[in-house]
């Protein structure tokens, strides 16, 4: 079954992101993933990558962050594991306000809601120092 | 005029009488500012109404949302809009699920798109 997992270790440095996204295309190749499967791994990914680095590190620390994806019965599992601060992901946001005016439309939040929306299942947990948070992503059709 | 990162290519071109803009790639944390700028800059042009050839983007991530709205908001004192077209299902499922379709014009085709485009409110 290993070819049914993958895992990158990148620095925590947005410019990283195309590293992980180059592991988990391959997976996706790899496994067979639908398009829409693929594109939800890779959107849910870089908002977890890139809200663990842009506000993990605000003493600019270095750190390694790993990046794993497995291909289970009927999800992929995504985890992301890093020494940021600590930060609940599972936690679910608030949705868009529902507005119809382009004024009163902001999107604060709106990553990790979007991860929250097309997630089976978001968990943190923080051991060690080490902030591990695992996503499922339902592979069967709606 | 062409942009060009490892993420995102843009190009546009006028037709049907407006301004129709080709990215082709992922809209997300890395490229949406050079996306917003190759936009902004069409706007400081007074290009008009924008048209966006989606075909090409494979995601929209919350930061290329994000650029969408600042450039809707940019036009939309002039009465100028923002119309999306050829978006795919996953894309128009994160338009969806972010509220984005009741602020943003989504066409199937380029002569939807002018269609919508050329109707007032």
């Given at each position: ?33 639908t ?16 809200n ?38 599972s ?8 507005v ?39 592979t069967?059709?709606? | ?35 917003e ?6 706007v ?7 048209l ?23 036009l ?32 199937d085709?380029?002569a ?10």
């Open positions: 079954m290993a070819a049914d997992v993958e895992t990158v270790i990148v620095r925590n440095d947005i410019a990283e992101l195309p590293a992980v996204y180059a592991a988990l295309e391959a997976f996706a190749g790899t496994v067979g993933l398009d829409a499967v693929r594109r939800t791994l890779l959107l849910v990914v870089e908002e977890l990558f890139s663990t680095v842009s506000y993990g590190y605000p003493d600019g620390g270095k750190d390694e962050i790993e990046v794993s994806a497995a291909l289970g019965p009927d999800h992929v599992e995504l985890t992301l594991a890093d020494r940021a601060l600590p930060f609940d992901s936690a679910p946001p608030a949705g868009p306000a529902e119809d005016d382009l004024d009163a439309m902001g999107i604060g939040g709106l990553g990790l809601f979007l991860v929250h929306q097309f997630a089976d299942t978001v968990v943190t947990e923080r051991t060690g120092g080490v902030n591990r948070t695992r996503v499922l992503l339902p069967r059709p709606d | 005029m062409t942009a060009d990162t490892s993420e995102i290519t843009i190009e546009h071109r006028t037709e049907e009488g407006f301004a129709v803009v080709s990215p082709a790639g992922k809209l997300d944390t890395l490229s949406a500012r050079t996306f700028a190759y936009l902004k800059s069409l400081e042009q007074k290009s008009g109404t924008l966006i050839d989606m075909e090409k983007v494979d995601y929209v991530t919350s930061f290329g949302l994000r650029s969408l709205l600042i450039i809707a908001k940019l939309a004192p002039s009465g100028d809009k923002l119309v999306l077209f050829q978006v795919n299902p996953s894309v128009y499922e994160v338009l969806k699920i972010s509220g984005f379709l009741k602020i943003l014009k989504v066409a085709t380029l939807e798109a002018g269609e919508m485009a050329g109707r007032t409110g």
